[in-house]
């Protein structure tokens, strides 16, 4: 895999409770890349993004740029640069959209760099700036999908994790989102791991990807090898090579 | 928010819709909740000099438990979470006020600051362990500080005066104000009032109101914003206790007596029902919620005299029914359809 590995996780388990749903992950993503993780519902792809940002318990090592993230409280991870868009976009239903997006920025100090980056997000998702004073809850599917990673990157994050973008937007508004997290990761060079069913989105986008079943990676890869594989394509991209 | 229905009254009659749908939209909600506040200032002015002296001190009553709904509303409304024992900081704040009034004569305005103290500093050690309860458990811890509280009143008699309590003197108008007790106790009341709402208005604008705004719509997305539940949510409790604290010893000012009796476990439920009612995480909901909890007892008690529980109980359940975002979310519920019919017209 990369040389300069910028994330490093290993033999990292993770779950909620008594159950365990990660068994002994291992990968590495390197600095500035976008890696997709890819599996079948139930696979612990989610719960990989958890416990990358703190919230399941965990085992094992998770490194971010050589320092140690595992078992850290979630809030103590979003400080050292780890901006989680979780499943269902967490977004805060009664406060407006710029509440939520200076929310975004709770790490950090610094009125005028708040500013500018509420000016960098508008460029990358000018409906929010139209959508300033509404509250969140009044913004369609895909407008609050754009808020939650306008959020996410309000914190200028080193680590972008994306948990299902696409879950129920419509596939023009699905690509769209795709091509602006594209342009988000040339632009700021922000090292971005994005879990997503539509596997060859995900694979457009991405220079590595991984299989995860059963709580374990089966499949590593380049994006085109994977695309390449027999079985991702049987399972996951719908066509035989 | 009345100015159109007064155009259309004036003698340009012709084309009064017109210059009234312009005037309504000049009044943006921002300008028209300063108008509000303008008005509601001018009126609570105004009043002490209109109403026999009883009524005035309800009114500041009425203001005593809108500075204690402050407070609750800054815990329940705005970071969601849950005390059923809200009148124990305010029964401190109120013992502590007349305990430094009592045993060491302190000049009265410095109770204020030193009792609100007091209260946020216990509100801030209760807080601690509530913070790794929520929802029922928390209910339940906070219903018992409520009622541990009138015991160790009546147990330190040395200190709190016992069952019998402490008596006081009142806070003396100054002759150069020409007022009588009951007016001064009236615009004392109002200045803390008005302090307190500026500081709670300020509060919840920051960052920190952020922070606690998105503690209550979504604990594990807040965290993951960099918000350090345990913290936040301590000093919620630990504010919130301490508008209560404030609210009780503006409270000792105006009765001039505390007695463990005046702090029982029905003055908790009753602030919370009070808050609840008046609109949770509203602006007027505390004020709406001090009317409530100030005139429907009493109100009840003309109704029934043998059973104003029962009154004070159905209203709450109906006003619930009505209005489920409180009588605050039911006044702008109100504003608004007559807005929209005025500018129809």
């Known amino acids: 895999m990369s040389t300069d590995s910028f994330l490093t996780i290993s033999d990292l388990s993770a779950g909620y409770g008594d159950a365990r749903v990660l068994h002994g992950v291992n990968l590495s993503v390197g600095r500035g890349e976008i890696c997709a993780i890819l599996g079948p519902n139930g696979a612990g792809k989610t719960t990989l993004l958890r416990a990358l940002s703190g919230a399941v318990w965990t085992r094992g090592s998770v490194r971010l740029d050589g320092a140690g993230l595992a078992r850290r409280s979630p809030d103590a991870i979003a400080r050292r640069g780890v901006a989680h868009v979780p499943e269902g976009r967490g977004t805060f239903m009664p406060l407006t959209v710029e509440e939520n997006l200076r929310l975004g920025a709770f790490t950090r100090r610094g009125r005028g760099e708040v500013e500018a980056d509420l000016d960098r997000i508008h460029g990358y998702f000018p409906v929010l700036k139209t959508r300033l004073r509404q509250v969140a809850g009044s913004l369609s599917g895909g407008e609050q999908q754009m808020l939650a990673i306008g959020r996410a990157l309000m914190s200028r994050p080193r680590l972008l994790l994306l948990d299902e973008p696409s879950l129920g937007l419509a596939p023009l508004v699905t690509r769209e989102l795709f091509r602006i997290v594209r342009t988000i990761n040339e632009q700021e060079r922000t090292t971005v791991v994005v879990v997503e069913q539509n596997a060859h989105l995900a694979l457009d986008i991405a220079q590595q990807a991984h299989v995860l079943e059963s709580g374990r990676i089966v499949l590593s890869g380049s994006a085109d090898e994977i695309r390449a594989d027999e079985q991702v394509a049987q399972s996951y991209l719908g066509y035989r090579v | 928010m009345r100015g159109p229905a007064e155009v259309t009254d004036g003698p340009a009659r012709t084309d009064a819709p017109a210059r009234g749908r312009a005037l309504a939209r000049s009044i943006t909600p921002v300008r028209r909740r300063w108008i509000a506040v303008a008005v509601l200032l001018a009126v609570a002015c105004s009043l002490p000099f209109q109403l026999v002296p009883f009524r005035v001190f309800q009114f500041t009553m009425v203001m005593v438990y809108a500075v204690a709904l402050l407070g ?27 305990i430094m009034l009592d045993r060491w004569d302190l000049p009265y305005p410095l109770t204020l600051p030193i009792a609100a103290a007091v209260a946020f500093v216990l509100g801030l050690a209760l807080g601690l362990p509530a913070v790794r309860l929520r929802g029922l458990y928390l209910a339940l811890v906070t219903l018992a ?34 007022l009588a007790e009951d007016q001064w106790l009236y615009f004392l009341t109002l200045a803390v009032t008005v302090l307190a709402f500026l500081l709670a208005h300020g509060l919840l604008r920051s960052r920190v109101g952020r922070a606690l705004h998105a503690v209550r719509d979504n604990e594990a997305a807040a965290e993951v914003m960099g918000v350090r539940l345990p913290f936040y949510k301590t000093l919620a409790f630990a504010w919130s206790a301490m508008f209560a604290g404030a609210a009780g010893c503006v409270y000792t000012w105006v009765i001039g007596f505390v007695s463990p009796d005046s702090f029982v476990v029905t003055l908790s439920i009753t602030l919370l029902a009070g808050i609840v009612v008046g609109g949770l995480g509203s602006f007027s909901g505390p004020l709406l919620g001090g009317l409530f909890v100030m005139f429907v007892p009493s109100i009840s008690q003309d109704i029934n005299d043998a059973a104003p529980g029962v009154i004070f109980g159905l209203l709450i359940i109906v006003v619930m029914y009505v209005a489920p975002t409180g009588l605050a979310g039911l006044a702008g519920r109100v504003a608004r359809s007559t807005e929209n019919i005025l500018r129809k017209e």
Do not use: C, D
């Not at chain 2, 330190?156 to 009142?170: P, Q, R």
């Open chain 2, 72 to 98: 609750l509303n800054l815990l329940v409304g705005h970071a969601g979470q849950i005390s059923l024992g809200h009148g124990a900081f305010f029964a401190v704040g109120a013992y502590a006020a007349a």
């Open chain 2, 145 to 178: 500080i409520a009622i541990f509280l009138v015991p160790l009143l009546k147990r330190f008699e040395s200190v709190t005066g016992g069952s019998m309590g402490l008596t006081l003197a009142k806070p003396a108008p100054p002759a150069w104000t020409g």
